[in-house]
């Protein structure tokens, strides 16, 4: 009796350690995802390349297109440059 509530409590503590440490990806971090079908939008956005998410889709009745988070947000605008430094000219 001992032996077993000491293997449940080790595979619960295994249990809630692997679940903890695992972290879901974020939707902006892939640039395809799978749409349409079961999926709202902007679908499961978990493919780096096109080649990847068309393999996915593939018999699913789904497509494969660009993430809108990653795609169509906002652009970094660099900031602007500071003025260039001239050395003032002497008068003749």
């Known amino acids: ?3 077993t ?3 449940l409590l080790t595979l619960g503590a295994t249990i809630l350690a692997g679940v903890v440490t695992v ?10 995802c799978a749409q349409g079908g079961e999926y709202d ?18 018999g699913r009745l789904l497509y494969c297109g660009p993430n809108p988070r990653s795609a169509y ?7 602007p440059r500071p ?9 003749y």
């Open 41 to 58: 939008y902007p679908g499961e956005c978990a493919y780096s390349t096109y080649g990847q998410c068309l393999a996915s889709v593939s």
């Open 23 to 32: 972290a879901p990806a974020a939707a902006g971090d892939y640039p395809w």
């Open 73 to 79: 947000g906002q652009q970094r605008v660099p900031p």
């Open 83 to 91: 003025p260039r430094r001239t050395r003032p000219v002497a008068p």
């Open 5 to 7: 509530q000491l293997a």
């Open 1 to 3: 009796m001992r032996r």
